[in-house]
T-cell receptor
Framework: EDKVVQSPLSLVVHEGDTVTLNCSYE??????LLWYKQEKKAPTFLFML??SGIEKKSGRLSSILDKKELFSILNITATQTGDSAIYLC????????????WGLGTSLAVNP | SAVISQKPSRDICQRGTSLTIQCQVD?????MFWYRQQPGQSLTLIAT?????????ESGFVIDKFPISRPNLTFSTLTVSNMSPEDSSIYLC?????????????FGSGTRLTVV
């Protein structure tokens, strides 16, 4: 059965810390891996990764994919209280429907 | 990226009643996706709605319980029928469109449903 596993499930850090969130997957027909930030209800898109070893970067956030070892990491440097959220990882299946398989998320709390 | 207007934002409903959730997209899209997120859980795909054809439902979801309409390329509705407390969830619509970074899935603002 296809699955996406995120770790840790929750994390509490202090402002200024650097965090690394993990996402491993077992998906038969892989197309891409996506990271989202969910603060209230709607997830907001962070990154889409399709190729191994190419880092995507947006401000203090960066992410990279390893298609051989079947995992991705999301790094957040110099964390701020506004980074507190649930970070979701999803793998998009290849095919017409492009179904997303979601992990449970990592709940990040950044304390001042 | 697309902008999706989802309504209502939240509702408290009596068991046995039905609620229709609407999503309006500012771009034409072929596929719209409807998700449910139960408390403490991740997102679960309910169905994929294509314009001009019946929605494709995932295992565990049926049309009688979650009828979907897709009258055109910018609009869709999901109805939660004969509600029970187990239907209390966040419901989200989503589309995927190309943007500057490649493409990604954009979500509506979500509907928080509580069934009492």
């Amino acid at each position: 059965e296809d699955k996406v596993v995120q770790s840790p499930l929750s994390l509490v850090v202090h402002e200024g810390d650097t965090v690394t969130l993990n996402c491993s997957y077992e998906v038969t027909n892989f197309r891409s891996l996506l990271w989202y930030k969910q603060e209230k209800k709607a997830p907001t898109f962070l990154f889409m990764l399709t190729s191994s070893g190419i880092e995507k970067k947006s401000g203090r956030l960066s992410s990279i994919l390893d298609k051989k070892e079947l995992f991705s990491i999301l790094n957040i440097t110099a964390t701020q209280t506004g980074d507190s959220a649930i970070y979701l990882c999803a793998v998009e299946e290849a095919g017409n429907n492009r179904k997303l398989i979601w992990g449970l998320g990592t709940s990040l709390a950044v304390n001042p | 990226s697309a902008v999706i207007s989802q309504k209502p934002s939240r509702d408290i409903c009596q068991r046995g009643t039905s609620l229709t959730i609407q999503c309006q997209v500012d771009s034409q899209v072929t596929m719209m996706f409807w998700y449910r997120q139960q408390p403490g859980q991740s997102l679960t795909l309910i169905a994929t709605a294509n314009q001009g054809s019946e929605a494709t439902y995932e295992s565990g979801f049926v049309i009688d319980k979650f009828p979907i309409s897709r009258p055109n390329l910018t609009f869709s509705t999901l109805t939660v029928s004969n509600m029970s407390p187990e239907d209390s969830s966040i419901y989200l619509c989503s589309v995927h469109l190309f943007d500057r970074e490649g493409y990604g899935y954009t979500f509506g603002s979500g509907t928080r449903l509580t069934v009492v």
